[in-house]
């Protein structure tokens, strides 16, 4: 089978093209990518059909291998139509994004910033628990007088000498992530998911 | 004269459905009725074919007397025509629903009478789709689909759905060109886009040049799945779209990529070469869908995510190329098509009722409206695979089957399962105890809908009145209906499994479909399976 070289050289430049275009943010860039991708792949459908020859309609005179093959225009024409179709749609989308945003751009997904900007730190889940949350704080002396407790005090650990917290992208004083343990807490307001807004 | 003739009827009858009512589309009291009673018509044909391909008699029609594999084919047999029997089912409960919907809300929006002649169109796609026996009549029926789901999902053309519909179209135009130049590769390698034929010519094709056609048929079909890492468009854009709209996508639209998928697998490319990627497609689907689904608010995007979770089953059962596990796999397709379907439904009638969608807003729901939390709850208990409901047994299927196959792989996927069931239990349970449970007093941000506690709820004749004005009697009975048919889907199971592994035998030997379409004297190529771990 022999390939028109042509045609393959203008086809890889259409897809080179075109996933340069539907990469873009512009969403006019986008469907002019969208194009480009359409038809290179035409081109690659006309490629399959082998040698040009003669139209197909029957003649005695004529051997069969000088016909060409008319089954892959036939779907390049029932693609032709298809991507005319969702052109016309994208374009009708593209325009009511204007008129709506008054810009040509992707816009983000909003649930999708909220989740990514949820922090790490939740004020339920994550707070150093206080050394001591006992209601009977006398039973809880060491033999030695002194305190016992399940969390690093000032003296144990270095994290909790500095008397703050990391949370997300903040620093929380050990004292307040304690205090919104508590409901009603002053510092954060509760987002959804227990976030911070 | 055999009743699989009339198997275009499926196809075409909604197209002239959809044509009819096009010219009604001033008289919305007429365009409902010729849309249900198109739906109806075409359900009764499709169950007439299952009746006629029930044990196993695959039929095949060709488009106006061309021979294959020049001409168009349409193959019934048992996997297309139980497709075509349940995606019609939910068809006709979410347009219903959707009409109740239209009726309620006195048809304010103005495209709504743009909805019943796109959704005819929708549903001639899917149809197309499953009946198609070549690579091109496929793609057209994808397309068909696929274009009339954009119209669908920009309805009403507002801020939010527009921005979502620009992700679907982008994605979903990429994938169908992705699929379109798998198409002319095939051609170019074998001359033919028959997928009878393609069965017999493709085994003759290197083995290089074979596994790139797989991959790439994967990878378009696996975007249109939502197959891990292909699903990120899906969880985007299905919430936005209005509520009847996301039930029929997230039931349908998903299935048929994965409906093209099993065809793949088992007709086109038969064997285990790519088994073991599907099954690490297949689990890390599964894991990372639910884990998405627990860290969602909103009850709609959290179903689109238990969606994509969940897609990872039927992936995990095609995967395994054995009898077992494709059977397990088609009877999940089924289940999961209704139950995804009626859950969304449900999800419709509680941002009805409770006035938002987000769990951190609603509240106390079970005592506002039980008939509500009973809608939701068994749908919601089936999803997560609670005994004795449909979705246990798909689930056990599966699990039997890996554990028939015994590979660390299959086990690895067996633990994947459970944890993906039992988190997905965790994700309804929020829903259900944060939605239905708490008092509304508990909520953090409670719409007043549900605080404004009704002063005269003990007369109950004024509570229930409301109760109607809010929830239409169409919209409940249709999400009722749909309920029951999953339910339904428990108490048939025994003959759904025994159908379902037919289909899957039949699938895996494929001389059946290769006779229907090529006739009897078709070359039938080796078995490239093992028909090993059947029952």
Same mark, same amino acid.
């Given at each position: 089978m022999s390939v028109n070289l042509t045609l393959l050289i203008v086809m890889g430049a259409l897809y080179a093209c075109g996933i340069y275009l539907i990469l873009e943010r512009s969403l006019t860039r986008v469907l002019l990518g969208l194009m480009l991708l359409a038809n290179a792949t035409n081109l690659l459908i006309l490629a399959t059909g082998g040698h040009a020859g003669l139209a197909p309609l029957y003649n005695?005179?004529?051997?069969?291998? !000088?016909?060409?093959?008319p089954l892959p225009q036939a779907l390049i024409l029932t693609s032709i139509v298809i991507s005319f179709a969702v052109t016309a749609f994208m374009l009708g989308i593209i325009y009511r994004t204007w008129v709506l945003a008054r810009q040509d751009e992707i816009q983000d997904d909003i649930e999708d910033l909220r989740v990514a900007e949820?922090?790490?730190?939740?004020a339920e889940d994550d707070a150093p628990i206080p050394a001591e949350t006992s !209601?009977?704080?006398?039973?809880?002396?060491g033999s030695d007088g002194s305190t016992v407790s399940d969390h690093a005090t000032a003296a144990d650990g270095p994290e909790a000498a500095g008397d703050s917290i990391t949370a997300g992208v903040r620093k929380i004083p050990a004292a307040d992530a304690a205090a919104e !343990?508590?409901?009603?807490?002053?510092n954060v307001t509760p987002g959804p998911e227990g976030g911070v807004k | 004269m055999n009743i699989a003739s009339f198997a275009p009827l499926a196809v075409a009858l909604p197209i002239l459905g959809a044509a009819l009512a096009f010219l009604l589309i001033r008289h919305s009291r007429a365009q409902r009725a010729v849309s249900i009673a198109v739906l109806s018509l075409t359900l009764l044909l499709e169950c007439a074919l299952l009746a006629s391909v029930w044990d196993g008699g695959t039929a095949a029609v060709n488009i106006g007397g061309w021979?294959? %594999?020049w001409g168009i084919t349409m193959v019934v047999d048992q996997f297309s025509s139980l497709m075509l029997v349940v995606s019609s089912a939910i068809s006709l409960a979410v347009l219903v629903y959707a009409t109740g919907q239209g009726m309620a809300d006195g048809?304010?929006?103005?495209p709504v009478s743009i909805f019943h002649p796109t959704y005819l169109i929708l549903v001639a796609g899917v149809s197309n789709a499953f009946l198609s026996g070549d690579l091109f009549n496929l793609y057209v029926g994808f397309e068909i689909l696929l274009t009339a789901s954009y119209v669908l999902m920009t309805l009403g053309g507002t801020g939010p759905r527009i921005r979502a519909g620009v992700t679907y179209v982008v994605v979903s135009v990429v994938s169908s060109v992705l699929f379109l130049i798998s198409i002319a590769m095939v051609y170019g390698a074998t001359?033919?886009?028959n997928m009878a034929d393609l069965a017999i010519k493709l085994a003759d094709l290197d083995e290089g040049t074979r596994t790139l056609l797989h991959v790439m048929l994967l990878v378009a079909f696996g975007i249109k799945a939502a197959v @891990?890492?292909?699903?990120?468009?899906l969880p985007d854009s299905y919430p936005t779209a209005p509520a009847p709209v996301t039930a029929v996508f997230a039931g349908l639209l998903t299935k048929v990529g994965v409906y093209a998928m099993v065809r793949t697998e088992t007709l086109l490319f038969p064997g285990d070469r790519l088994n073991t990627p599907l099954m690490v497609a297949a689990l890390l689907t599964m894991v990372v869908g639910i884990l998405g689904a627990l860290a969602q608010s909103d009850i709609k995007r959290l179903l689109s995510f238990t969606l994509v979770s969940h897609i990872g089953y039927m992936v995990f059962g095609l995967a395994m190329s054995s009898v077992a596990g494709l059977g397990a796999a088609v009877f999940y397709v089924a289940h999961h098509i209704t139950i995804q379907t009626s859950l969304f439904m449900v999800t419709g009638l509680i941002e009805r009722r409770g006035? #938002? #969608?987000s769990v951190d807003r609603l509240a106390g729901l079970a005592k506002l409206s039980p008939m509500l939390a009973l809608l939701f709850f068994i749908p919601a208990m089936n999803l997560a695979g609670i005994p004795p409901f449909s979705g246990f047994l798909g689930k056990v299927g599966l699990i039997q089957a890996g554990v028939e196959l015994g590979t660390p792989l299959a086990y690895a996927l067996v633990i994947g399962g459970v944890i993906t069931s039992l988190l997905t239990l965790l994700a309804v349970a929020r829903v259900w105890n944060r939605a @239905?449970?708490?008092? %509304? #007093?508990?909520? =953090? +941000? %409670?719409d007043p809908v549900l605080l404004? =506690?009704? =002063?005269? #709820? +003990?007369?109950g004749s004024r509570a229930g009145r409301s109760n109607v004005t809010l929830l239409p009697r169409t919209m409940v009975g249709s999400t009722l209906g749909l309920v029951l048919l999953g339910v339904s889907l428990t108490v048939f199971a025994g003959p759904l499994f025994r159908l379902s592994d037919q289909a899957a035998h039949e699938m895996l030997d494929r001389s059946a479909y290769i006779q229907a379409v090529l006739g009897e004297d078709a070359p039938v190529p080796p078995l490239a399976l093992k028909t090993g771990g059947g029952k």
């Open positions: 005695k005179d004529t051997g069969a291998q !000088e016909y060409a093959d949820t922090p790490r730190f939740d !209601e009977f704080p006398l039973t809880m002396l !343990e508590q409901p009603g807490s002053q | 021979l294959p %594999p048809d304010q929006d103005a001359g033919t886009v @891990f890492p292909l699903s990120f468009w006035g #938002s #969608s @239905f449970w708490r008092k %509304p #007093s508990d909520a =953090e +941000h %409670p404004a =506690e009704p =002063e005269d #709820s +003990h007369t």
